[in-house]
């Protein structure tokens, strides 16, 4: 199991291009949104909404106001990540999500204590925070099954939620992912050494 683990890392990376001839199976994508869905969240508030984009002209559309990434068009999935923006004590969705869990009172008051007085700003980037732990995971269930992925933060953000045609006062898309097959073999990996990166206290 560790060495399966260890193989999916060193297997995932950054893929810059996808093979159109190989299309990736309904089960394997059903396999990578359950790992977005079972991922953790703080209060468990499940802020991500997963968009399947699949219409060929928004994606063309998307790659023009994304640098022309020639993922966007290539992989076999595009998956759009969104955060959701209602996210106050007071909203319905947290509202509903308290009673699913059966929140008691103080947990409630604690969650309005800490998060309903942030500004707009603090609040959405706390809320799409979240969504990056669900994409980390999905890129890693992905990587497990031989499926390559590129996370992509290189596109016009304003642009691409307007191709979409979603409610922004609803939803944000910091992130897209593109998945499928890699055309090319990959390059090498450079990371730092652990000693650099590690502070033991
Ligand atoms: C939040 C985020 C945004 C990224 N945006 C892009 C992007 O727009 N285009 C791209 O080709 N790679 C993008 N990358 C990939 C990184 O460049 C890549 O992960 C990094 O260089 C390490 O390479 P590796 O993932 O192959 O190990 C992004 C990565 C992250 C985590």
Redesign the pocket.
């Known amino acids: 199991m560790r060495n399966d683990f260890e193989k999916a890392m060193h297997f995932r990376?950054?893929t810059?291009i996808f093979d159109t001839s190989k299309p990736m199976s309904e089960e394997d994508l059903t396999f990578i949104l359950e790992a977005g869905r079972m991922s953790p969240s703080s209060f468990g508030m499940e802020h991500w909404q997963f968009f399947v984009i699949r219409d060929t002209a928004m994606r063309e559309a998307i790659k023009a106001v994304a640098w022309n990434?020639p993922?966007i068009t290539t992989a076999s999935e595009l998956i759009a990540i969104g955060y959701k923006k209602r996210v106050r004590s007071s909203d319905p969705y947290i509202q509903s999500e308290f009673n699913k869990f059966g929140y008691p009172d103080y947990l409630r008051d604690m969650y309005a204590q800490w998060i309903d007085p942030r500004s707009n700003e603090t609040l959405e980037s706390w809320s799409a925070c979240q969504v990056y732990i669900a994409a980390a995971n999905m890129m890693s269930a992905a990587a497990s099954i031989g499926i390559d992925s590129?996370?992509?933060?290189?596109f016009d953000r304003i642009a691409t939620e307007k191709i979409m045609g979603i409610d922004t006062l609803d939803f944000g898309i910091p992130?897209l992912i593109p998945f499928g097959y890699r055309l090319k073999e990959q390059q090498p990996?450079l990371r730092s050494e652990l000693s650099e990166l590690v502070t033991y206290l």
């Open positions: 990376h950054a810059k990434q993922q590129c996370p992509i933060e290189g992130l990996r």
